[in-house]
């Protein structure tokens, strides 16, 4: 068990440095754009699951351990200690941009909050772009990955590049977050919280509502 937190903990720590710290860094030097932002989440999830799957499942989401717990594919017990270490590699990832960052800006919102989900829009707007992508984030993790008949080898590129494709349309309106994780530890660091609700809880009800989806549509089939 011991490997797995681990395993989630350096994963979602990777997901967030990377990913946000591009956000980052795109603020600073200009040189990463939005579509360079989208393709950096959508490759290190990639390389995540490739490298971390056989250890813990490579979740690196408290909303999918939620949805993979409601199925019946994960066990409760194991649900609180991997939705910890996902927050706390979340949390350590976006601590170490500040403190290596910090020093480019007079304050942390000048960084775009260490990266944190922000709308754009309205928050009704916000809670509907979360709660369907993270729907189809799900429905294409339960089809590559969990679906008996389903081509595993692939999953890890189909996965990542939905948060990929996702994140290229819908970063402007939302940050894209599709991850409680990714959005908690930069607003913590940051201390900008407001809205982030959304992100923690429009995840979540997407994520098993897709779940569900699967169970009762496509896993009859495997």
Known sequence: MRKKLFAELIGTFILVFAGTGAIMI???????????????????IVALIYSFAHVSGAHFNPAVT????????????????????????????????????NENFINVSEVSYL???LPSG?????????????????IVICSS????????????LAI????GLESMFAGPITG???????????????????NLWIYIIATILGAVFASMVFLRVFKSDT
């Open 176 to 194: 894209a977050s599709m991850n409680p994780a990714r959005s908690i530890g930069p607003a913590i660091i940051s201390g900008n919280l407001e």
């Open 160 to 163: 990542g590049l939905t948060v």
């Open 145 to 156: 990955a969990v679906h008996g008949k389903a081509t595993k080898d692939f999953a890890g």
């Open 26 to 44: 795109n603020d600073i030097a200009g040189a990463i754009g939005h579509v360079g932002i989208a393709l950096t989440f959508g490759f290190v």
């Open 122 to 138: 309205s928050l009704v707007q916000a809670f509907g772009f979360e709660l369907i992508m993270t729907f189809i984030l799900m």
């Open 115 to 117: 990266g944190a989900t």
């Open 66 to 101: 939620i949805a993979f717990w409601s199925m019946g594919e994960f066990e409760r017990k194991n649900v609180f200690p991997y939705i910890f270490a996902q927050i706390l590699g979340a949390v350590i990832a976006s601590s170490c941009l500040y403190l290596l960052l």
